[in-house]
């Protein structure tokens, strides 16, 4: 990456106006990924000198800001009590300590990795961000905006729930890309399903979560079916990590054992009602 120019906002309405002035502006957070682009970028917006690295308890939320690293989530203890400690767990999977010291929350969640390890467990925590210009969106109605994000993401907010998780990066290495990832929660609202690294970026498995959310019980048999039809329903494809058929035959076992694990959330919950 070649960088014309350096810009440092002393406020996040500096950084979006400076964004906004030139195509190539580009914020910059870890700048770990950015730098391994071949780009030029007319100036690079440091989102370094902004308080933006927290994680503050709001009561019903957790709000986490986008300049926090991937190594202070993986140690903070409010993060590790929301829905089964999964984010933390995610994130202590990438890398090594000395790269998760720079990557930040933010820079991976704007990037869209196919291979995020952040996305995954976040869309079934049911996160929501909050952009300085567009305010607050859900981290699905992100993923289905096309083209680049003109904005500054601020923060993460997450749901402060009684609830139970469990996340599975399957890798070829310790540090490698996922060949897949898999995240189930189970909360007041039901069950959430996730797979990343399809090689496409994590999506959640509506079919499979409309299925287990109706029952009025959750027996092996929905579970089977529900692990099932996350496999059969998401797209995946191939890439030189694995094939089509592999994700598929992954996502099947992994959901299952997700959905094993977090079951007893559900029972305690007493299941639906009708
Ligand atoms: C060698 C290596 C291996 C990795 N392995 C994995 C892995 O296995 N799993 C995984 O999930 N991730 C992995 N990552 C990615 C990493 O977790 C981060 O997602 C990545 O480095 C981007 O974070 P950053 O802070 O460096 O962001 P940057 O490189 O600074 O920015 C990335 C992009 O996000 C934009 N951006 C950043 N912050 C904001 C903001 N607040 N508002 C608006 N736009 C913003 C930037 O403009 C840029 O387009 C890896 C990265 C590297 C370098």
Redesign the pocket.
Known sequence: MKVNGLFKPKTLDEAYHKLTEHSKN???????????SNRTVEEAID?SVLP?SYVKDRGDVVEIG??TT?HEIETDDTIKSLYGGILSQAVS???GIG?RN???I???V??R?G????ITPLLTMRAKLH?YKRGTISLEAFLDIRGK?T????KIIIPKRKAAGYFKKVTKTA????IINVSVTCDEEGFSVAVGSRPSVGQLAYEAMGLLNQAKDVDEKHIDLAAFKAADLLKFSDNHRGSQAYREELTAVYVKRGLLAVKTCFNQRGGHDD
């Open positions: 580009v914020v910059m957070a870890g700048g770990a990924w950015l730098r391994l989102l933006l986008s300049m991937l999977q990438i890398m790269l720079v990557v930040t933010g820079g991976n704007v990037a990795h291979f995020s390890d952040v952009f994000t904005d500054v993401l601020e540090l490698d890309f996922a």
